[in-house]
């Protein structure tokens, strides 16, 4: 029994139902009153280092609604990907565990604002999009409705950008691009670095054999 297991026995009762539902018509409603009634409403949400010490705490949850979405190349159907992506991932761990797994997540970019000064949404929801296509790598859907595609495919993509701009980063970045995927490290982290280990070993494996066999 792992401490998720342990966890979910002692405290399983307090998963908060229907948790994605909520975070995405948030998300949904903040954005709309955004464009239809004040552009500069986000600036009372996002997540704030100074803000917070000065009294504003409510942006330690609000940042949660600080629309992803506004801005995107898929816009509203992103939304509506992470409402079947999150909804999927309940059904299967339960309320307790989504909590939980978005909870390290917001715990994570906590502490990275405190380094960095400011906090960013994304990387709670990105983490949702690793757990599924980590959990489910061949499953199928289709890119606006039309293009087929499997989940892998858009995890690799994903992760490449997330590479990218911790490369391109500096330090705080860094740390925050690291600690606001804690959900997915926790949940996670042990078998993808197995999965990693292997697939080096494997690789090296078939290149010393290629190496032998190419000497002959």
Same mark, same amino acid.
């Given at each position: 029994?792992? &401490? *998720? =297991?342990k966890l979910e026995r002692r405290f399983g009762r307090y998963g908060i139902p229907y948790l994605v539902n909520g975070l995405i018509l948030g998300q949904l409603a903040v954005g709309l009153f955004i464009l239809l009634i004040n552009r500069n409403f986000d600036l009372l949400l996002y997540l704030?280092? =100074?803000? #917070?010490?000065? /009294? $504003? *705490? &409510?942006?330690?949850?609000?940042?949660?609604? $600080?629309?992803?979405?506004? /801005?995107? #190349?898929l816009g509203f159907l992103n939304l509506v990907f992470y409402f079947w992506i999150g909804n999927s991932l309940t059904r299967v761990w339960g309320d307790f565990r989504m909590t939980l797994y978005i909870a390290l997540g917001v715990v994570g970019t906590w502490i990275g604002a405190f380094f960095t000064g400011y906090g960013s949404p994304s990387a709670v929801y990105l983490s949702m999009l690793f757990a599924y296509t980590w959990m489910w790598p061949n499953q199928g859907a289709l890119l606006w409705g039309i293009i087929p595609f499997k989940m892998k495919y858009l995890g690799w993509y994903e992760l490449a950008l997330w590479v990218l701009q911790f490369l391109r980063g500096g330090l705080a970045t860094r740390i925050s691009l690291i600690l606001g995927m804690a959900g997915f490290l926790a949940f996670f982290g042990r078998e993808v670095f197995f999965w990693c280990k292997d697939t080096i070993l494997g690789y090296k494996r078939r290149r010393d054999w290629q190496n032998r066999n190419n000497r002959w």
């Open positions: 029994m792992n &401490w *998720i =297991d704030s280092r =100074d803000a #917070v010490l000065h /009294g $504003q *705490i &409510w942006r330690l949850i609000t940042f949660l609604f $600080q629309p992803i979405w506004l /801005g995107s #190349v």
